[in-house]
Each structure stands twice: as C-alpha cells, then as structure tokens.
C-alpha cells in the first residue's frame, strides 16, 4: 500500500510522511507521529513573520502562500493517510456510498435568500434554500421571501418542518432508501484509520482553540527549536466603538489612522487581530497602551493579549482543521457518523466530551472560532438524526450555564451558541422528547427566571434593574419557549402531562410575579416627579404573550391537562387575592336592588395594568366548553385525587423540585370554586383606571402611564391584556344578577352619588377638596360616558369563539370591515392593524377578499382595499380596538358617506352574533332594572334644560345602547318561541315617566340634533320591536299602520333633504371650479408653462392643428427657408420683480435658472473617465460621447440683475451662518448652487435669454447669393490646403519640434478666391464677407454678454473640473477665461442636452415635436440662441482657427496630428460647432467682434450636407452585417443598388474585409435607421434657431419620420446622392469621391475599423438604459448574496449594493471597501458614481430593497424600489416578505429619471422634504 501511494506522489516528500504515519499508526501511535510533525511544521507555516503575522500588512500573496502551504505540507498527506490513496478519487468513491441525502440542509450565508411557506410551514423558522423551493410545491403557494442573517440551514425534506410537500424535487429522490447504518458502508481499513484520524484532529483542534496559557504550548507541541517572539493580540468587543479602537491604536502601535481603520475593521470581522510583532517587551507596551485608552468608568478595557506566536500558529491552524473536518465529512456519511461519534464520546476520564466542551466554553472563543465551531456542529451533529439527539441531550442539560454565560457575554446572538436552539426546538419530535425526558419546558422557564428573579419567601420577585437594563439578551429563553411548544401535540401520555404541567407550574410562578407590577396610584394636586420606568414589564409581557398563549393551547387539547392547570390558576389567583380578613366588602343599593361589593377606590388605592394570572385563567376559561365543562362544575374544585399515578408522580416531583430549589406552594388539595366577584375585581380596577385616565383625571401621573395605558390597547399587546380582561369581567358577568353586576360597576366607577342624585346637586364619589367642582363635573360627565362605552362592550362584544357563536373567520372579518370603515387601506396597513399569531399570520388573505375589492395601484402609491358596500351596516362606531381617533375618523367617513349617498346619517348598532350557551345571560344587561333606570335617567337629564350633567357623547351611547336592547329583543322574537327579554315592557312602564317617552321628548331638540337621524332610528327600531311583541300577543292592525306611516312619513323628509343636499354639493361643486380656473389664470406664472407660452401669439399655436398648416411645406435649413412663426421666449415675467420684460436686443437682459451637471448618461464606452482634463479637446467631439455636460432649467425667468441681487443675498447668508455652525444646506454655495427662488429647483447658473435671430438677422439678405454646393467645397477645401501649408511651413522654419499643439491660422479671403472661377469668387466673396452696415455694431448689451460668459464658464468648470471650481459671480475677470475651450463648452451642452433630448423622447416613443415640457422645449431654445450668437461674440480669430480645426477634420489634406479620422466624430457636435464658427472663417485682426457675415443661410444648408454626407460614410464603414437577406417580393430600388456600391466602395477604400455584402434593401434600411438620431437632432436644432415651425407628420407618433425630416432639412430623400452621382443628372449636392477617399485613408481608420465591432460605436445609436432588473426579486437576493467584499478575500459583504447604471456590485456602507477621493474617505457607492456616472448614481440596495440616488459626495437619498407586491406595495427592507416583482412602469420611470438627468433635482428636493435625509452621510454609501 505504501508503495503504491508514493507512486501516485511525484516527487514529493508526502510519500515520506505518509508511510512514516502508515507506520506510527501500525505501532499505535498515531497521535505522536501527527503532533510531532505538527510541532514542526505548523510554526513555520503560519505566524512566521512580521508581514505575515500582522493582520492589515497580510498581502493577497502572503495569504494565499500560507494557505498552499498548510494545503501541501498539512493536509495533503493527512488525506493521502486517511484514504490509502488519491484523496479526490477515494472521497468521490464514498461519496457515491452515500444514501441520497433526504435532507438538503444547506448552511445559509448572511443576505442569502430564504423561503418560507406560508400554507405548510410547521413555524416561521422553517424555511428553504433558493434551488429547493425553486423545485418545490410550494411556489404556487403563499410564500414569504426573507433573506437569511446567516447561520441556519435549509428545512427541505425535514417531515416536521412542512404540513405537507416537505420534499423538493431534488430531495424526494432520497426517499424510500433504506438506511443503513453509513459506518458499514465505508470500506474497513477507511473506516479504522477515520476512527484514528478525526479523533486525533478534533481533539487537537478544540485543545488549541481552547488553549489558555497564552505564554507557550503543550508539551506534546512543543517545537526543538523554540522561537522567541510574540504578537499582541486585540479582540473583539460589542461595547467599544469603531472610533474608540482606532484611537486606541493609533496611540499604541504608532500607526496612521488608515491602518488603525483596517485593523478594526479586522476585529470586527474575525473577532480579533494581531496588532504588533514582536519580542515580549514591545508587545506587553503595546497592550498597556491600548488597555488604558480603552477603559473608563463606565466600560471594561477592550481585551488584549500578547500571545507566543507559536500559540498563534497552532490556532490558526486548528481553525483550518476544523474548517477541514467539514470538508470532510461533507463527503461521506459515514464519516460524518464517526465524527459524531467521536465528538459525542464522553472521555473515559469523565470529562465532558468534546462537544460539551465547546459548548461550555463558548464565550470564551473569538468571533471565526465560534462560527467555525458551530458551523461545523451544524454539518456534522445536525445533520445525523442520532447525533442530533445527543447532542440536543448535552444542550438542555447545559442550557442554563450556557445562558447565563451569554447573558455575561458582550457578543451578538448570531455569534453565541445559543443561536443554536431554533434548530432543535422547532423540531416538534425532538422538543417533545426533551420535555418528557430532560424536562426541557421548567429548564428553560426556570433558566429565564433565575436570570431576572430572585426567590424570597415562596415568591418570585422580579429584579427590575436585570430586565431594565438587559433585556435584549434575557429574552432568548422566552423565544426557545415559543418554539418549544409551536406544535401542540397531538397525543398525551402520562409523562408528557405530568412534565407539562411541572413547567405550567413554573409559568404561573413567573406569571404571579409579574401580577400587579408597576401598580400606580392616582396623583392629585402635585404632577407625579419622575416618571417611573415602564417598558421593561412590557417587554416582558409582549415576549412572554405568546408562550402564555400557547401553553393555554396545549392545555385546551386535553381535558384532564386543562383542569389540573386550570386549578393551578385559580390556587394562584386566590393567593394573590389574599383572605378574606384583607378584602374589605361593603353594601350598595341602586333602584331597589342591593349587592355586596368589594370596597376599593380606584382613584385613591394602587392599581396595575399587569395582571397575567387573571388573564391566563380568562384563556383557559374559553377552553372549558369545548370539554364539556363549565365555570361550577365539580371536576374543577372537587377533592383531588392523589392517588392516581399521575398525581402520585407529580407529588413527588414537587418533593423533589421544593427540595433543589425554590420552595413553591403547590398543595392542591382542595380547591374553592372562586366567587364571580374575584374574577371580576382585578380586570375591573385596571378598566376602571384606564376609563379615569381616558376621563383626564390621571393627567398628573405623567408619560408613563399614558404610555402604557397605550399599549394596553395596542394591536401588539391587547390580545391578552385588553381582550382578556374583557373576557374575564363578561366571565363575571355571565355568572351575576345583572343588577348586582351593574351596580358593582358603578360603584368601581365611582357614580353612585350620580346614580342616586337625581337632582343633579352632587358629584362623583372623589370629594377630594383639591378638586374644583367644574373638574368634578367634567371627571363625571366623562366617567358615564365611559360607564356607557364599557356596557356596550361587555354586552356586544362577540366575535370571540367560545363568547359568541362566531369562528376565526368571522373574528379577522369584523376587524377588516371596522379598518375599513376608517378609510380604504393597503394590504400592509391592515396586516399591521391586525394581532399577527404565532406565525405571523393575521388571518387576513382568507377573509379580506369576502368584505372588500381591492384597487390597483398607478405609478405611484399602493394598491388599497375598499370595503363592498353590503358591510357598512356592520360598523360600529364604538368598536373596542378602535382608538380615539379610529373612532372619530371612521365617523366621520361614514358620516361623509350616508351623507353622499342620501341616507340617514344614523349609525345604528349592528346586529350581532347570538352568544353562546355559557354568556347567554350576559344579555340581561340590557333589560335589567338598574339599565333601565340608567338610560332613562341620562335622556332625562338631556331634556331637562338647565342640566349641565349631559353631554353628547353621553346620548349618543344611550342611544346605542337602547337600540342594541331592542336588536337583541328583536333577534329573540326571530329566533326562539319563548323569551325572557323584556326591555320594550320596561322601557314603557311608567307611562310619561318611561324610557320610551324620555325618547320621543327628545326628538326634535336642538342639543341632540347630531343625533337626531340614530334616535329616529331608535324610535322606529322601538315600535317595531313594540310591533313583534304585539304580534306575538295578537295585537290589532290598525295600531301598525299608523306606525309605518309615521316611519314613511320621516322617510320621505329624509329624501327631500338629501335632494336639497345633493343640490347644494352640486353648486359647490361648480363654483369651486370656477375659483380653480380663475386661480389659474391670475397665477399662471406660478404653473409650470410660466414664461413661455405667455408670449405666443395666437398664430404661433399652429402646431398640431391641421386647420392652419400653411401648404408650403416647412423647410428650416438654407436660402429657401420658410418664415419663422413658432417663436418662444419672447416676453416674460421676472419671478422677482413681477415686471413684464420684452426680450429684444439692447433690452434688460433676463436669464433662466438653470443647472449644468457633467454627465455621462449618454455614455457608450461606460467607464471610460476623463483623464486629462487640461488636454480635453472639446471641439472634435468622439462619437461615444463618454464625457458631456447637460443643461437643465426649471423655466423660471428672472432680470440678469434681480437674479445677482438675489444670489449674493444667499452667498452672505451663507457665509454668515458658516460663521455661527455648519447647517447642512441641500446644495452648495460655494459650487455655485441654489434653490430657484420660485420653485426651489437645484440650480448652478443661469441662461441669458436672448431674442430670436429671426429678430436680429433679416433672412432676404442671402438669398440673393448663389454658390454652388461644389464650389462652397472647393473654396473650403483651399482653405484647409493653405493653412495647412502656412503651419508646416512654420514649422520648418522653427526647426525645432516643440510640445505646442500646431496651430492652423485663417487664411485672407482673397487668397482663396483668387484662385477660383469668377462666378465661383464672386459667390464666395459675397457669402462670407462681413456685413458692415447692420453688423458693425454689437447689438447686445454688456449685460447679456456677462451672464452668457457666465453661462459658459458653468459648463467650462462642470466639464472640466470635478468638483467644478468655485465659480465668481458678478463681474471680475475668472482665471479660466483665457482658455479658448470656455466658449466651446457651451456649444458642447447645447448639442449634448439636445442629444439627450432625443434619446428621451425615442426611449418613450413620443414624436418629436410637440411632446417636450415647456421645461425642456425653453432649455434647448434658450441653448441655441447663446450659441449660436456666442460665435460672433467672441473674439472672432478664436472662433476661425476652431473652424478651421473642424474642417480640417471634415475635409482632410494632409494628416495632421490631433486631427482625429471621421470614425471618431460626432457629426452632430459637428454640424453644431460648424454652424456656429463658419461665419469668422475668414476674420482678420480688423473683424470687430459681434460682426456677422450674409451667408449664413447657404452655409447652412452646404453643411448639413457636407455634415450628413460624412455621417453616412461613418455609417457605411462601421457596418457590421453578419448575415445577407432581402424579404420577399422586394425589388431592388436604385437607392438600394446606390448604396451596396457605396458600401462597397468605402470599405474597399478603407482596406476593410467585407465577408457579408447585405442586400440593398437590407442596406437602405440600416442606412436610414442610423442616420436617424443625427437627423432628429439637427431637426430640432435648427427648429429652435430658426423658428420654422415643424411638419405635421413630425408631431405624431408611429409615423415614419425619414422623408419629412429630410425634407426640413433641405435634404434629398435619397440620401446615397448625396456620395453618388446617379442617373447623371447633376442634382448639385455629391460630395465627390476624393472627398470620400481621402475620408478612408486618413490614419486610424484602419485601426479602428480592425480592431472590431465591439470598440466602434453601433449604429443606430441606441438609448442607454438602466440595466434590466429580474423579474422576481428573490434573484435580485441571489446576486446579492453569492457577491462577496472584492476587498476582504471573500466575505460577504453587508450591503450589497448594484448600480443601475452598470450593474455593477458593490460592498457599499462599509469601512473594507472604502476608498479615498480628494483625500476623504468614501464608501464603495460614492467611488463608483466618479467613475461610472460623472458624480451621480442609482443603484439598487438589496438587502433593503430600495433605491439610492447618490449626487456628489454629499447628498442623496432613499427612493421606493420599482419592486412591488401582488397587493402593489414596495417592501423597504423586506419587512413583509411578500414575493417581490418588477414593476415594468415604475422601473421606466426610474430611467427616465436618469436619463433626463433630474437625479440631482430630486435629491434636493427630497432632501429638503425629509430632514433626516440630511443627517445622513452619503458618502460612506
Ligand atoms: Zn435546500
Ligand atoms: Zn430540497
Ligand atoms: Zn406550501
Ligand atoms: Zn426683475
Ligand atoms: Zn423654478
Ligand atoms: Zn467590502
Ligand atoms: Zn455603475
């Protein structure tokens, strides 16, 4: 065997190792041989040197050499060993022994998504990896989507985790198999050297991990040569912050704060960090240091130690043994078995076995090692069924050290080992084993207990200061409880009852200490000091709720479990009730009736909100029913018996129990059945109070119990706080006379003096003298008004199963009807309105649809749920788990509602479920005497006309009240032959005195009038009771007919009203609108159209309106041009002054706010930055327009000077709030920013307006001119020659070569015509020739020309300089206005905003014209007017030579140097820049400025030929065809033959291989396509230069754009004639083949070309946009989650965050990816917007789901993902969990967003909304 192993090794001296462990292991001594070999080689592996053993210098290389090494030298002959052969062939051998795993198990990372199903899942923990839920039934299902926090692993095909499917399809595979035990499988000499080898490595590994002696190692270890060096080691606390560590470091080892940053964020990772290197001396310094700056009074040092490297070594190796053994063992089941085995084996020293060891020593490990150790218990011991047992054994035995040890821990719970439970406790088999056979429920109550109580006499006593200040890490006992009893078992034996009861015991314990906590006493005259701590007891309840209501399920599923604990509450409560001696009674009569009731003043004794005993007991008591028990049968109070075994055993148990710990009292041996009064007076103080402090008389005792009386009533809480004491006093109620039971009530609300004085003259019980007697009155109004509340509640409240006779269903239905009522709402909204029960589920999805239809959402807001209208009459107004303002808002929509639909404005009392047998009797509340008297003795009070004791809320409930008497009256006549209810007979004794006459005095009072339609409604509701009753009695006909008439007759008034009402709401209507309209017209400025149509003419609305379009066909270019008449931006309203301004020439000048931001959105070589921005030649402009500058404005217009005014106001604003503290301002004063004062848009220039050239340059002058298309280019093209031949001849002359850029210089006119034709001279003489006559003054002021140079300095500094310099406003000379770029800049974002315009509206699919926002259409036109007259304002030598630069490029001689080839051209910056300069080609020193030539229009038209001509070619040659084919029945057209030759040509010109010759047709197509953006573009340039107004067909959409836009153009339709001569007639516009040929030989287009398609820019040019999204957003989840930290060796990253832009991944919020710029530190976000997005971003957060927008380092904000649930609701931060899907139309929105580059605006705009945005730091994102 040896043999053959060294022959498989080359070379290699493992062969060598591996037969020296083939012979130790033969001689037994395994272990010595390994750790011999280890002593040596493991030092000299790792830790060997300062640069490795240092944390942040550890170099990619220097990892990576340390882990080849361990690789190579450790592991490698380790595995050879182990498998007798080659590792990679043995391990694939066992694992095809392996049963098919039925388990899937997959171990989740942070941020990895999971999936739970909400119709199978046994609890919310269970849940599935992505690939097995993607294969399971599930998917159809209701699922919840989350992603992981790590840890955890997958549940597919664990039988406990799913009600049904719990296979997927990958896992069901593995069913059927037969087990076998997997050690038998293995071959026999594998298995015998694992059982030695994985003891061998695990022992070594948990020894080194748990080594202590930090100075050396153990003996066995000990290396021959010893090394004298240490380092000190800096470990992880969650105390001390990022900051403080970095401080400490900085101070210790000397280090920038750079370093310091990377190796805390090392700490924080790994859990510590080695800090310095070497001798023990420096390193003990070292440690001091840091100790002493990291403790102060309120906080441990951080813990340091300085550790022998050697030490260091064999851990880092032992973490690579255990990540080994995982490895391993994932390979073969039978190994995992044997490492089980191995780990669960108890050592026969008696020690703990390995597997305790860690368990117990968990705390004391880093945070890697704990992960290691628990990943590794989690593959190996979790993953065995037998294993997972024992070692669920080992964990409840040591459940309550290992608690208490992470109750002293600082360390996060994911790290802890308690994150373990959830993986056992939920498995219901499992949890049910332990608690039979280890006692797992009083382990974990008893654990929870000792933790935060302390025991005194029998009695818990809860130790507030514990739960006050750790609560957060108490609480885990009581969520293992939650999972420990999810699953309520469905078989009992005697063991489980016995155990179950001993932990029952354990609650009720806890339970009795927490009964009458944080008790308050009523404050009168002082305000109360301080306001007592209260959270604490309610953190307690809201964790421990859901356990109380669980264990109260469990004991509903037994009868006999259900009356031991039932007893067991009812010992409790009368414990606390104490004797008799202690309850003081005391007599009280109302209306002949007397009772006895218990005598405690509310408002003078304590009183507590807590009372978990009697709400217990109220649980239990809905379960009797179902058992066939009731509240006085025997079974409950009899003599128990102790002599059934069970008894026996729990005796003995209690023995033993009172023997170990706290002695707890629980004899039971006989029991009294508790009198109705002890059930009622606890829950009835705390009602009673909550009513006082609803009635204000607890003002004085501050937040505290206003807080808590809050969440009393709180969805979260009420389920058993409120709900439960209700349950308990209708408990009470159901038991007592009714009379008894409303006169003990009235006396805890202390109105018997109100009840018995009927003439008014006292007040309420409460004579304190402090009070004045108007509070008095007020305390007592308010107290009957909640008097009155709390019996329509006791008495209609129904909708509990076991109360009423209602189910579930019924139950969620009622509360979506009453969330309803108070206004349609989203799905989230009343999820979150409703109780969620253990899983989370309200219930909602099965009912909602029943009651209400549900309404999608548009592009903005949520989908919402409305009630159907049949569920209106179910409302009612006093709803307990309405708030105040539920209850106002939802009447007052109800009010809103009957009153649109003309019905009566009542809203009576629903009908209402009947009870059930056991609450029966609560309805004798209604009828009884005491009622009776009450409601009479309230309307009286209402008639009588001096009473102050009334009020309206008062009658309203009366009113209620009364008609719930006779709903119930009535549903008693309906249902049953024979009643007892008798309210209509009580209600009309008395005859004037009576209920009935109270009521019909009242009708028609004034003071009632809110109510006036519900006391109709009683009336009515009365007789017809009345009626029944007769009926039943036989009663006459006669009586019946005059009642309906009455009830017809106040029906018909009705009616007649709500027509009245209808009416007037009608006319309302109408004049509303006619205010808005008016409104609009006197404030048009303030809408968006302000400035621009204002000045249009009737005549200038021609667009669109077929009517008027004159029969000439528009032409905007050339000689021939049609008039101007769509003319903006003529006159405006300056939004500062409110003056009216004429824009004329010579006038004031005004300007729009505007804002210029670099930008790289239209982006085709994505990436690409701007290297060097003082070499950036902005005038040959590349294709792929990687770098431009946009321009955008909010179209608010302003006086040059009112603007500056206003400007320099905000700058000294600004500087003198700097002076005093830094307010973070949305926008930055010193870049020039702010807000327009109008509309607050993000503004950072202004764009003078200036007067339409129609205005300034008559158009007849140049249509007298005629040069000839060939002749315009034969003079240019001499042009070009002769200087070029002028600057080499320069050149030559300096005879030295310098840096300088050569310059072209102008030539003199007359050199160039003098050698042309005369008629060809004459013509270009006079086209170029400067005007002196009109021209020779400028017509502009000084004003337009400073804010145009100011304009153009913005784009100058946006363009080029990032962060663009401070720019100076206002006059002064800027440093930059020497650069001869400056006024090119502004050309540049003329043509670029245009472009971007373009591709805005081709990306929506709008026409072209007609469809931009005014926003839009007076940007573009506001652009090209300072452009196109920046020409003849600069310095007119200037503007030549770039003239000549761009000729130079377009019709090239000889080659120049920074002259690019056509290919790398953008024709339309061309044409644009063309335009503009041809007009001073020809300026000499004597040209004045301002001057302007007479050809402009020819010159036009020539270019755009000229210019178009060039494009083609570009098109031509960067073709890429793959494939020819011509469609059928196409005939080859002659343009399409023109253009194959042209293709042809071209390409053969360039040297270019052609291996596909499309067809022609193929070829026009293409042709056409592409040139269409340039076409467009030009299109709208010369639309607003010119005014020409556009071609109808242009104005729609779907129409095919080609023909007409050539047609505006001057352009031929057939575009090939302008390269080719056909049909030889000469049509005077070829551009002729040496142009062409001399286009395809100028250098670099052959290197383009070659160099593929993939580097040319495609053509058409398509719109950029946003990467596309998935469409489920779990793959978003996915993305995110395989992503790791590019920059810490494959970690996750926390925030994973995607650029929309790019697509891109980052590792945003987080100190590992965060890099400088400008020296500041940013995160990965705001590094990337400077690369990818020129300073602005989009990007996707995944784990939040959210948009970011970034602008700038600074500012940005959260925007709602374009990711919607079925119910049309985004989901920030997943909190729901709903399936996720793309919402294609808010995604669009999103694109547009970018694209029109309004990312900045509405950053700003947000960011002034929403303060919180601006506390934000945006850059570390
Ligand atoms: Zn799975
Ligand atoms: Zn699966
Ligand atoms: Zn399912
Ligand atoms: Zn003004
Ligand atoms: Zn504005
Ligand atoms: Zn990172
Ligand atoms: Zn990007």
């Given at each position: 065997m040896a043999a053959k192993i060294a022959g498989n090794l080359e070379g290699c001296n493992v062969s060598i190792i591996v037969q020296q462990l083939q012979g130790a292991y033969e001689r037994g001594q395994l272990k010595n041989a390994l750790y011999q070999y280890w002593a040596q080689q493991v030092p000299k592996i790792f830790f060997t040197s300062a640069e490795v053993a240092i944390s942040t210098q550890r170099t990619p290389d220097a990892v990576q050499s340390e882990e080849k090494l361990s690789r190579d030298v450790l592991f490698e002959p380790l595995e050879w060993f182990l498998c007798g052969g080659n590792p990679a062939a043995v391990f694939q051998q066992l694992q095809s022994l392996n049963n098919p795993p039925q388990l899937c198990g997959k171990v989740f990372k942070v941020g990895e998504p999971t999936y739970s199903c909400r119709d199978c899942c046994a609890d919310p923990t269970c849940v599935f990896c992505i690939e097995c839920f993607n294969k399971s039934t599930h998917k159809t299902h209701r699922y919840r989507m989350s992603t992981s926090g790590g840890g955890g692993y997958c549940d597919c095909g664990d039988v406990e985790a799913w009600k049904q499917d719990p296979w997927c399809d990958i896992h069901k595979q593995g069913l059927g198999q037969q087990s076998q035990n997997p050690i038998e499988k293995l071959p026999p000499d594998i298995a015998a050297r694992a059982w030695e080898v994985l003891k061998i490595a695990l022992q070594y590994a948990v020894d080194m991990l748990l080594w202590e002696q930090m100075g050396g190692l153990p003996q066995d270890l000990e290396p021959s040569v010893p090394q004298n060096t240490y380092v000190t080691m800096l470990f992880n606390d969650e105390i001390h912050t990022y900051e403080q560590v970095i401080n400490a470091l900085t101070k210790a080892i000397n280090c920038e704060s750079k370093e310091a940053v990377e190796f805390a964020t090392v700490v924080d990772r790994e859990g510590r960090s080695s800090v310095r290197y070497g001798n023990r001396k420096s390193c003990d310094e070292a440690r001091t240091v840091i100790q002493k700056s990291t403790s102060s009074v309120r906080s441990k040092p951080l813990k340091v130690e300085v550790m022998h490297t050697s030490v260091c070594a064999h851990q880092a190796f032992a973490q690579k043994v255990l990540n080994w053994l995982g490895q391993v063992v994932n390979h073969s089941d039978g190994l995992r078995h044997i490492l089980c085995t191995t780990a669960l084996q108890q050592p026969p020293t008696g020690d703990p076995c390995v597997v305790e060891r860690l368990m117990l020593a968990d705390t004391a490990l880093w945070k890697t090692a704990r992960v290691q150790c628990h990943q590794i218990m989690m593959g190996s011991l979790l993953m065995d069924q037998e294993s997972k047992k024992q070692f669920s054994v080992l964990y409840t035995r040591n459940y309550p050290q290992v608690q208490k040890d992470f109750m002293a821990d600082d360390h996060d719970h994911g790290v802890s080992i308690i994150s373990l439970s959830v993986q056992i406790f939920t498995v219901p088999t499992l949890a049910r084993y332990l608690i039979m056979e280890h006692d797992l429920l009083a382990i974990v109550i008893r654990t929870f207990l000792d933790q935060c109580a302390s025991c005194r006499h029998g009695r818990y006593l809860l130790d507030r200061e514990k739960l006050q200040k750790n609560f957060r890490r108490l609480q885990f006992p009581l969520l293992d409880l939650k999972y420990v009893l999810s699953m309520v078992p469905d078989q009992w034996n005697d063991q489980l009852k016995r155990k179950f009861l001993n932990g029952f015991k354990i609650m009720v314990e806890l339970l009795t200490s927490m009964q009458g906590m944080d008790s308050v006493t009523r404050q009168v005259g002082q305000h109360i000091e301080m306001e007592p701590e209260w959270e604490s007891a309610f953190n307690l309840q809201i964790k421990l709720a859901p356990a109380v209501a669980m264990m109260a399920g469990w004991c509903a599923t037994d009868k006999m479990v259900l009356i031991d604990a039932f007893r067991i509450v009812v010992k409790a409560l009368l414990e606390i009730r104490g004797t008799a001696d202690t309850v003081k009674m005391c007599k009280r009569r109302v209306c002949d009736q007397e009772a006895i009731v218990v005598d405690y003043t509310v408002s003078r004794e304590p009183v507590s909100i807590h009372l978990p005993i009697c709400r217990l007991l109220a649980g239990l008591y809905l379960q009797l029913g179902k058992h066939g028990l009731t509240f006085n049968s025997p079974e409950l109070y009899g003599?128990?018996?102790?002599?059934s075994p069970q008894a026996r055993l729990s005796r003995a148990s209690e023995i033993a129990h009172r023997a170990s710990a706290c002695p707890t009292p629980l004899v039971l041996a006989r029991s009294q059945p508790p009198s109705a009064m002890d059930l009622l007076e606890q829950p009835l103080r705390t009602l009673v109070m909550i009513a006082q402090v609803h009635a204000e008389m607890w003002k004085r005792n501050g937040y505290s119990l206003f807080h808590q009386v809050y969440y009393y009533h709180n969805v979260r809480c009420r389920a058993e706080m409120q709900d439960k004491d209700i349950i308990m006093l209708q408990v009470a109620c159901a038991q007592m006379d009714p009379n008894q039971f409303l006169i003990a009530l009235l006396n805890k609300f202390e109105l018997m003096n109100w009840i018995e004085d009927v003439t008014e003259k006292g007040g309420s019980a409460t004579d304190v003298s402090a009070e004045s007697t108007r509070d008095l009155l007020r305390f007592t109004n308010s107290l009957v008004e909640e008097f009155l509340t709390f019996l329509i509640i006791i008495t209609g409240e129904r909708y509990v199963p076991g109360i009423g006779q209602v189910s579930s269903e019924d139950m969620v239905r009622r509360e979506v009807i009453h969330q309803l009522c108070i206004s349609p709402m989203a799905h989230s909204e009343l999820s979150k309105a409703l109780p969620e029960n253990n899983n989370y589920e309200t219930g909602l999805e099965g009912v909602v649809h029943s009651v209400a239809s549900f309404k999608k959402p548009g592009v903005t807001g949520m989908g919402r749920y409305e009630l159907k209208p049949e569920f209106y009459k179910d409302y009612n107004p006093f709803f307990y788990h309405y708030t105040r303002a539920d209850q106002s808002k939802s009447e007052e929509a109800q009010l809103k509602r009957k009153k649109q639909e003309g019905e009566s404005t009542a809203c009576p009392p629903p009908e209402l479920p009947a009870l059930s047998k056991e609450f029966s009797s609560l309805v004798n509340v209604l009828e009884c005497d005491v009622f009776v008297h009450t409601i009479r003795m309230v309307l009286r009070r209402v008639n009588s006309s001096r009473s102050r004791s009334w009020t309206e809320a008062m009658v309203h409930r009366a009113l209620h009240l009364v008609g719930m008497a006779l709903n119930e009256e009535k549903r008693l006549y309906q249902t049953s032959p024979y009643i007892r209810f008798n309210f209509v007979k009580k209600a009309t004794?008395?005859?004037?005195?009576s209920l009935y006459s109270a009521l019909h005095d009242l009708l028609g009072k004034p003071r009632i009038q809110n109510h006036a339609d519900l006391l109709t409604w009683v009336i009515d509701r009365f007789d017809e009771v009345k009626d029944l009753k007769d009926q039943k009695q036989g009663a006459s006909d006669a009586q019946k007919a005059k009642k309906v008439s009455s009830k017809s007759k106040t029906d018909a008034e009705r009616k007649k009203k709500a027509e009245a009402a209808r009416k007037r709401r009608e006319k309302i209507l109408a004049q509303m609108s006619d205010m808005q309209k008016s409104f609009i017209r006197d404030n048009l400025e303030l809408f968006e159209a302000t400035g621009t149509e204002l000045s249009s003419s009737p005549s200038m609305e021609v667009e669109g309106s077929p009517m008027v379009v004159p029969s000439q066909y528009p032409v905007a270019v050339g000689p021939d041009r049609s008039p101007a008449t769509h003319v903006t931006l003529t006159t405006s309203t300056c939004i500062l002054c409110q003056e009216d301004q004429e824009v004329a020439a010579g006038n004031k000048c005004v300007v729009l706010a505007a804002y210029v931001q670099r930008s790289t959105a239209l982006s085709k070589s994505r990436g690409k930055v701007l290297e060097d921005p003082d070499k950036y030649d902005p005038l040959l402009v590349s294709p792929d327009l990687y770098h431009g500058v946009h321009t955008s404005t909010c179209g608010h217009v302003m006086h040059a000077d009112c603007w500056q005014r206003f400007y320099e106001a905000i700058v000294a604003r600004e500087q003198r709030r700097a002076l005093r503290f830094r307010h973070i301002l949305s926008y930055e004063v010193d870049r020039g920013e702010f807000l327009c004062p109008l509309c607050e848009t993000l503004s950072n220039t202004v764009i003078p307006i200036l007067p339409p050239s129609s205005t300034i340059q008559p158009d007849s002058v140049s249509a007298d001119i005629s040069l000839s298309f060939s002749d315009w280019l034969d003079g240019l093209k001499k042009t070009v020659e002769a200087s070029q031949r002028a600057m080499m001849k320069e050149e030559e002359d300096k005879m030295e070569s310098s840096d300088d850029m050569p310059v072209l210089s102008p030539c003199p006119l007359p050199s160039i015509t003098k050698n042309m034709a005369e008629m060809a001279a004459q013509g270009f003489q006079q086209l170029f020739e400067y005007m002196t006559e009109t021209g020779a003054q400028a017509p502009y002021s000084d004003s337009v020309k400073e804010m145009m140079k100011l304009f153009s300095r913005a784009t100058y500094t946006n363009m080029l300089h990032d962060p663009p310099l401070p720019t100076k406003f206002g006059l002064g000379l800027d440093p930059n206005d020497d650069d001869d770029r400056v006024p090119i800049t502004a050309w540049g974002t003329c043509a670029y905003t245009i472009r971007t315009l373009e591709w805005l509206l081709r990306d929506q699919g709008k026409p072209l014209f007609g469809s931009l926002s005014s926003r839009q259409a007076d940007c573009i036109t506001a652009l090209v007017r300072v452009v196109t007259v920046s020409g003849s304002l600069s310095d007119p030598q200037t503007i030549s030579k770039s003239a000549l630069r761009l000729l130079s490029a377009l019709l090239p001689q000889e080659p120049m140097k920074n002259i690019p080839c056509i290919l790398d051209l953008d024709m339309f910056f061309t044409l644009v820049f063309l335009h503009v300069t041809i007009s001073s080609l020809y300026c000499d020193e004597n040209t004045a400025a301002g001057g302007t030539i007479r050809g402009v229009a020819l010159n036009d038209k020539h270019l755009m030929h000229l210019v178009t001509a060039a494009h083609l070619v570009q098109i031509l040659l960067a073709a890429n065809f793959t494939s020819a084919d011509t469609p059928m029945d196409t005939e080859e057209t002659a343009e399409g033959s023109a253009w194959v030759k042209l293709f042809m040509a071209v390409r053969k010109e360039a040297g270019v291989q052609t291996p596909v010759v499309p067809s022609g047709w193929q070829l026009q197509t293409y042709v056409r396509e592409s040139v269409l953006p340039f076409l467009r573009c030009s299109a709208l340039f010369f639309h607003c230069h010119t005014g020409v107004q556009s071609p109808a067909q242009l104005q729609e959409s779907g129409v095919s754009e080609f023909e007409p836009l050539c047609q505006y153009l001057a352009l031929p339709a057939d575009l090939s004639s302008l390269l080719l001569q056909n049909s030889g007639a000469d049509v005077g516009h070829v551009v002729p083949h040496t142009i062409h040929s001399k286009w395809c030989h100028y250098p670099g287009i052959k290197e383009s070309l070659a160099s593929g398609p993939a580097s040319l820019v495609k053509y058409p040019v398509e719109v950029n946009r946003l990467v596309p999204l998935p469409h489920d957003y779990s793959d978003v989840i996915n993305r995110g989650s395989v992503f790791t930290c590019p920059r810490s060796d494959g970690d996750d990253s926390r925030a994973p965050t995607m650029c929309l832009v790019c697509g891109q991944m980052l590792c945003s919020q987080s100190y590992c990816c965060q890099t400088d710029l400008e020296g500041e530190p940013v995160g990965a976000c705001t590094a990337h917007i400077y690369t990818c997005g020129a300073g602005v971003g989009i990007f996707l957060r995944v784990r939040e789901c959210q948009i970011l927008l970034l602008t700038g380092k600074t500012k940005g904000c959260f925007y709602p993902s374009p990711y919607l649930d079925d119910y049309g609701e985004h989901d920030q931060g997943l909190r729901r969990g709903n399936p996720l899907y793309l919402c294609q139309e808010r995604y669009r929105k999103l694109q547009k967003l970018w694209l029109s580059h309004s990312i900045p605006e509405e950053v700003v705009h947000f960011m002034e909304a929403n303060a919180s945005f601006a506390t934000i730091e945006w850059q570390h994102l």
């Open positions: 003599p128990l018996d102790w002599t004794e008395g005859g004037s005195n």
